[in-house]
């Protein structure tokens, strides 16, 4: 558990990204994030007519996803009713945005399980000021839910596997795991990893949640295959499927970008020799890692670790397949239900790296690293 210190961190982290995703908020142009205005679309006939959409092209293509978000976002469209859509835009966007500081803090809790405080502080960190984590929570989507809703799941994951279940402990996981299938199927990956590891180490107290879990992901199968005939609705947003290997590298080095930061519809991007030094610091995090891990194969064996990397493992396997072989979109926002397991991964490798760094040279790199840190939003910022 987190001290009181450590506490009193994360509050400040948390009014800060609050502050951060606020500034992201009034500077989106309405409709200028991936979706938006069909997503906006859909929660706003949920709002006024009590019903689901169909998916019929246009901009109804989002219709055929899961409705959890869109029936907890129209009731505060109803709210702003009568209100210009720039007002009700924003007050969805705000919306995502406390999901957002849930979303961190969760990641917080489930790095001091597996790391020390540090580490999660660091991560914490790292998750909180990312900018294109904040660019896609100021915007109107499903994705902040459904990302929150893996966080989530991934802590219950940790719980169980540690053995610290209290009593409403598979009931509430279950619920998560069918929240996360009424949301989006983002979260498939993610629930296969909780199924699998947690079956496989923890049978017993592992069923009654996974068994909970598949109802809610029977009921999205299901309405996909009545409503567009197979059981993702993919063929309802008429995606090319073409794969051409040639464009496998190119294709990671948009996911590369995109996932720190790539605004607009994934055409406002930062400048070049940002991405470059973003390149060379997730380099640094990940040779860190190795040098980390390569005495601690102990601990990289826990089941709450193999979770994080199982997790990881089929998030990127999902993000293949829907982001490169299905429908080509490099969207960085795909690796996004995995966000835990990769701060734990950089932020390992940051705090190793830190530890061997001469202590002559430590308050230099953190003043580069906070001026970094606000060249990289001043940039940002004016790129959404």
């Known amino acids: 558990?987190?001290?009181?210190?450590?506490?009193?961190?994360?509050?400040?982290?948390?009014?800060?990204?609050?502050?951060?995703?606020?500034?992201?908020?009034?500077?989106?142009?309405?409709?200028?994030?991936?979706?938006?205005?069909?997503?906006?679309?859909?929660?706003?006939?949920?709002?006024?007519?009590?019903?689901?959409?169909?998916?019929?092209?246009?901009?109804?293509?989002?219709?055929?996803?899961?409705?959890?978000?869109?029936?907890?976002?129209?009731?505060?469209?109803?709210?702003?009713?009568?209100?210009?859509?720039?007002?009700?835009?924003?007050?969805?966007?705000?919306?995502n945005v406390l999901f957002g500081l849930l979303d961190v803090w969760f990641i917080f809790l489930i790095l001091c399980r597996v790391?020390?405080?540090?580490?999660?502080?660091?991560?914490?960190?790292?998750?909180?000021?990312?900018?294109?984590?904040?660019?896609?929570?100021?915007?109107?989507?499903?994705?902040?839910?459904?990302?929150?809703?893996?966080?989530?799941?991934?802590?219950?994951?940790?719980?169980?596997?540690?053995?610290?279940?209290?009593?409403?402990?598979?009931?509430?996981?279950?619920?998560?795991?069918?929240?996360?299938?009424?949301?989006?199927?983002t979260v498939a990956g993610v629930a296969a990893a909780f199924a699998l590891i947690g079956l496989w180490k923890r049978p017993r107290a592992f069923a009654v949640p996974v068994s909970v879990g598949a109802i809610g992901a029977a009921l999205t199968f299901g309405r996909n295959l009545m409503l567009y005939g197979d059981l993702s609705g993919a063929r309802a947003m008429t995606y090319e499927s073409r794969t051409l290997w040639s464009e496998f590298a190119p294709w990671l080095v948009m996911l590369f970008k995109s996932f720190w930061g790539l605004f607009a519809w994934m055409a406002s991007p930062l400048p070049s020799p940002a991405y470059a030094a973003l390149a060379l610091i997730t380099a640094a995090g990940m040779a860190g890692f190795i040098l980390w891990s390569r005495a601690r194969l102990q601990e990289l064996r826990r089941p709450a670790s193999l979770l994080l990397f199982a997790a990881l493992a089929l998030v990127f396997g999902q993000t293949f397949y829907f982001g490169f072989l299905l429908t080509r979109q490099p969207q960085g926002k795909f690796l996004f239900p995995a966000l835990a397991p990769i701060a734990f991964i950089l932020a390992t490798g940051w705090s190793e790296l830190w530890r061997k760094l001469p202590r002559a040279w430590r308050f230099p790199a953190a003043l580069l690293a906070g001026a970094g840190v606000i060249a990289l939003h001043v940039l940002s910022l004016r790129a959404v």
């Open 115 to 185: 790391g020390d405080e540090r580490t999660a502080l660091l991560g914490a960190a790292f998750c909180a000021l990312l900018p294109q984590f904040l660019f896609i929570g100021a915007s109107v989507t499903n994705d902040r839910l459904a990302d929150l809703l893996c966080t989530l799941i991934l802590y219950m994951g940790v719980l169980g596997l540690e053995d610290e279940r209290p009593g409403w402990w598979p009931w509430a996981a279950g619920a998560l795991l069918a929240a996360g299938f009424l949301t989006k199927l």
């Open 1 to 95: 558990m987190p001290t009181a210190q450590g506490r009193r961190l994360m509050t400040g982290l948390l009014f800060i990204q609050l502050c951060l995703g606020g500034l992201y908020v009034s500077r989106i142009p309405i409709g200028n994030a991936p979706d938006e205005r069909s997503h906006f679309d859909y929660a706003e006939q949920v709002a006024q007519t009590g019903r689901l959409p169909v998916a019929n092209g246009e901009r109804s293509y989002e219709a055929v996803q899961p409705p959890l978000y869109y029936l907890l976002a129209a009731p505060l469209d109803r709210l702003f009713s009568g209100r210009p859509v720039p007002e009700r835009v924003s007050a969805l966007r705000r919306q």
